[in-house]
């Protein structure tokens, strides 16, 4: 007997769900690996959000994503995340503090595909307000640095980070054709975008999957927003060298062409990384069907 599939999503679900969206906790989540259950210094605020009703609802590489239903921000918590080893990045808020940086320089110079942050203040009063967490420790946790509080993006990665090898899972195989052309529309619209960034001298420098969040405009429209700006550059000024380095390696990590001639890269990361995007949802474009029936398959395996 056939299994009978799931019906793929379709652009009018697909808006439903970024309008009203129903978080999810990720703690259950059999697909996420090594995700880190928590940190002594953490303690109290977790488990006063906890109390308040926020989940960790996405896991990156360094940091966990908190929501709470019905609030309009999100709290990315230093490591929280999965990975070989998220602890490591704990207590370690230069690399939020770099993030917040960038986010507001990318916004001030009209670029709005990121989240904006909350000022320090309005972060202290977030937790306070709407996590229950104690004014002092609220207070120490923003001005270390172990928070990064920010735009809610409602809408569906265009992948999952999951601390395995392959280190991703694709959440757009389950769209229907409709959907994923409009995906591809939105990517190419990102980006120009980001090409018009990277000519001012902004760069993300890490525009993969997971931190491509597919969304809805205003006007109901599909677009692509970027999230994790952790290793972005502004050229117009010195960059941390744990920046610098990380980029340096992600070139080759990531397998940026170079011309054959002269060894140089013939795009930058930014380039290259939403091509390699792009070009995966052209291809996926025509097979989605089979390809979610394969996974389907395939899932009793795991
Ligand atoms: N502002 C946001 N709104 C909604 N989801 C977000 C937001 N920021 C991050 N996420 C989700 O959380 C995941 C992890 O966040 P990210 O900033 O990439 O952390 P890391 O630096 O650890 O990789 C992302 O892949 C994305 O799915
Ligand atoms: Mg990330």
């Avoid at 909350?118 to 001005?143: C, F, M, N, Y």
């Avoid at 960059?239 to 002269?262: F, G, I």
């Amino acid at each position: 007997m056939k299994p009978t599939l799931p019906q793929p999503l379709s652009k009018r679900r697909f808006q439903e769900m970024a309008r009203e969206p129903a978080l999810v906790s990720i703690d259950g989540d059999r697909r996420v690996y090594h995700l880190a259950s928590g940190y002594w210094v953490y303690d109290e605020m977790l488990s006063a959000l906890k109390n308040s009703g926020w989940i960790r609802f996405a896991p990156g590489f360094k940091a966990g994503l908190y929501g709470k239903a019905g609030c309009q921000h999100c709290i990315k918590i230093l490591g929280m995340g999965v990975g070989e080893n998220p602890l490591y990045f704990c207590e370690r808020g230069y690399y939020l503090e770099h993030e917040r940086r960038l986010l507001e320089r990318f916004r001030s110079r009209g670029f709005v595909f990121g989240p904006k942050a909350l000022s320090t203040e309005d972060s202290i009063r977030l937790l306070v307000d709407q996590g229950g967490v104690p004014a002092r420790q609220a207070e120490l946790r923003v001005t270390r640095n172990d928070v990064l509080i920010m735009d809610f993006i409602s809408g569906v990665p265009l992948a999952i980070q999951t601390g395995q090898y392959v280190n991703y899972d694709l959440e757009i195989v389950g769209f229907d054709r409709e959907l994923l052309a409009e995906v591809l529309a939105a990517l190419q619209q990102l980006h120009r975008e980001l090409d018009q960034a990277n000519g001012l001298g902004l760069l993300h420098n890490d525009p993969m999957p997971p931190n491509i969040i597919l969304s809805l405009n205003d006007a109901g429209e599909l677009t692509a927003r970027l999230v994790d700006f952790e290793l972005a550059q502004d050229l117009s000024e010195p960059s941390p060298d744990y920046v610098n380095n990380s980029v340096a390696e992600l070139y080759s990590e990531r397998d940026v062409p170079r011309n054959s001639k002269t060894g140089r890269h013939t795009k930058n990361l930014d380039q290259h990384l939403l091509d390699e995007s792009i070009r995966l949802v052209r291809d996926l474009l025509p097979i989605a069907g089979q390809v979610r029936s394969l996974a389907e398959a395939l899932d009793g395996y795991r």
